[in-house]
């Protein structure tokens, strides 16, 4: 087990720049999990990490050893790729087996921890099959117990949950968690699934274009995000963004008033006619009588019932703003019965919490309030 340093890492291939000056310090045990979207450099850091690819400038540590001229086999650290690689010739069992046999490991505790590691992925029924022989997601499982078994000082894992099918990677991801909590080894996980970076993270980093956009708490990053990007990039729909106009006391969205609130006011110097990007999280929409005011128009796009919440995709009126609501079964809204019956094609009004409201530059994407 041990901490990893990036010290200003930078890794550009030909004339792309994959990474740019990602600093990092993940704490020895804890476990960080890589988001941003496609293209922005995840598997690039992970694979640098590895030993995989050499940054272009910057350095790297693993504990207190500067690693940037450690080959790969000698950084004990087990990566498990977004495409993982079994060994085709070998079985379940003996490609768990292979890392520890690799370091001459006693054979009595290779047997007994492949079968522990067998055992908490749900392969012990599949040992003596080779990788042929197995299902995409039983092969990423595989992937991942070759991993575990070793108990390398680090983790790195490129999305080693995509293969599985809804149930079995509810049941991988709690077992990956109570796995960490046991046995500690510093992870670095990587995912494009917001349930996993929320549910396993000590800590999220989420990147955009090679730069890291913010460091912080699954909970920190969700409700106080530093910019644009990172607002509407977490949560499940993200937080919707849309122009407004400040008009005195309020914005003008799309035709429709909306007042500030009492600290808005407080925070935010504002010039009439400035504009800003507004954001706020589906759950903070309710839909509300047409005649209460004041209420942004709109027209149902989409519903989605999800059992629990029912998943609402609506357009403001006279544009093109597209803003999803999240409505609890009858607890939410302003008017119960309003959730029931809503169809694609309805005009609804959309009454928002204003206290929940974020204001962002419009040019920059930095979080103007909350400040
Ligand atoms: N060997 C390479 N040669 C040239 N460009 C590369 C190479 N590897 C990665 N890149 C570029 O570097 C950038 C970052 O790639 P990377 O694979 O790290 O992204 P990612 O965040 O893992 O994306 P995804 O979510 O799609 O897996 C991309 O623009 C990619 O095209
Ligand atoms: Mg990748």
């Known amino acids: 087990m041990a901490r990893v340093l990036l010290e200003n890492i930078k890794r550009i291939f030909n004339n792309v720049t994959a990474i740019e000056d990602i600093s990092l310090e993940i704490p020895d045990s804890e476990f960080w999990v890589l988001v ?64 520890l046999q690799m370091r001459q490991v006693d054979r009595s505790i290779i047997q007994a921890r492949v079968m522990t590691v067998a055992q908490s992925l749900g392969l012990g029924q599949l040992l003596d099959r080779k990788p042929k022989q197995l299902s995409g997601g039983q092969q990423q499982r595989v992937a991942l117990g070759r991993a575990i078994a070793r108990q390398p000082q680090v983790f790195l894992l490129d999305e080693p949950l995509s293969n599985l099918d809804a149930q079995l990677r509810d049941d991988t991801r709690a077992e990956l968690k109570e796995l960490h909590q046991n046995i500690g080894i510093t992870t670095i996980y990587v995912t494009h699934d917001q349930t996993e970076a929320m549910t396993l993270a000590d800590k999220i980093v989420v990147l955009d274009g090679g730069k890291i956009q913010q460091i912080g708490t699954p909970h920190h990053v969700y409700t106080q995000p530093a910019n644009r990007m990172v607002a509407s990039f977490l949560g499940n729909p993200p937080m919707n963004i849309f122009p407004g106009k400040y008009v005195g006391e309020g914005w003008d969205v799309v035709g429709n008033f909306l007042p500030l609130s009492q600290e808005i006011e407080q925070q935010l110097t504002l010039e009439i006619g400035q504009t800003v990007d507004l954001g706020i999280r589906p759950e903070h929409i309710t839909i509300t009588n047409a005649d209460d005011s004041p209420a942004l128009s709109a027209e149902v796009k989409v519903v989605e019932p999800l059992g629990r919440e029912t998943l609402i995709r609506v357009g403001l009126l006279n544009s093109n703003v597209i803003v999803n609501a999240i409505l609890q079964q009858g607890t939410a809204n302003t008017n119960p019965a309003l959730d029931q019956s809503i169809c694609s094609g309805d005009r609804l009004s959309l009454k928002l919490d204003i206290e929940q409201l974020f204001v962002f530059n419009p040019n920059t994407g930095d979080r103007m309030f909350p400040n």
């Open 36 to 99: 941003g979207p496609s293209g922005c450099g995840k598997s690039t850091i992970l694979r640098t990490i590895a030993g995989l690819e050499t940054a272009t400038s910057g350095n790297l540590y693993i504990g207190d050893k500067l690693m940037n001229d450690v080959p790969a086999r000698k950084r004990d650290v087990a990566m498990v790729f977004q495409n993982y690689a079994l060994y085709p010739h070998m079985t379940v069992r003996e490609n768990i087996a292979f890392g």
